[in-house]
């Protein structure tokens, strides 16, 4: 049974959300805790699901992707078929970073990273035109971050 959350266990995703990095110690000291106690809230969180892994961002524009696109996609039916085999060519595709099935107009919300439009023309022309059962797509060039978080970040008492 998961347990629910207390005010330390908030205080233990805030400060894990800010810098997942950190050494037990750090987080103990930061959360008020001794670090045998700390260690072993975060395991609980992890074991209860609250923690899901520990990620990795990269800058894409270093990495050569220096447009972030969103891409809204209606397929031609909506089948298990269409729709799982959609799903897979999308988790196939590396520029993909984000994709959600939506209601409204638009079945998809795609979220990609590519290099200029160039790298977005080929990634049309060469993957997402490819993919069987796409009807319509709309894309949207974004100019600005202006935030990026990837988890909610849980209120402290």
Not at 38 to 64: K, P
Not at 108 to 128: C, M
């Amino acid at each position: 049974m998961v347990k629910p959350l207390d005010r330390i266990d908030r205080k233990i995703l805030r400060v894990l959300l800010g810098n997942a990095r950190l050494s037990n110690s750090q987080v103990a000291e930061m959360v008020g805790l001794s670090p045998s106690p700390c260690w072993q809230r975060i395991r609980r969180l992890e074991q209860d699901g609250y923690i899901t892994g520990y990620v990795t961002l990269l800058n894409q524009r270093l990495l050569g992707a220096t447009e972030t696109v969103i891409i809204e996609v209606t397929l031609d039916r909506h089948d298990d078929e269409i729709l799982e085999s959609f799903g897979r060519a999308m988790a196939a595709m590396p520029e993909v970073l984000e994709v959600y099935l939506t209601t409204g107009e638009y079945d998809y919300f795609i979220k990609v990273a590519v290099n200029g439009t160039a790298g977005y023309e080929e990634f049309l022309r060469k993957k997402l035109y490819r993919v069987p059962g796409i009807r319509h797509s709309r894309s949207t060039f974004a100019l600005r971050c202006l935030k990026q978080t990837h988890s909610i970040a849980p209120m402290v008492d």
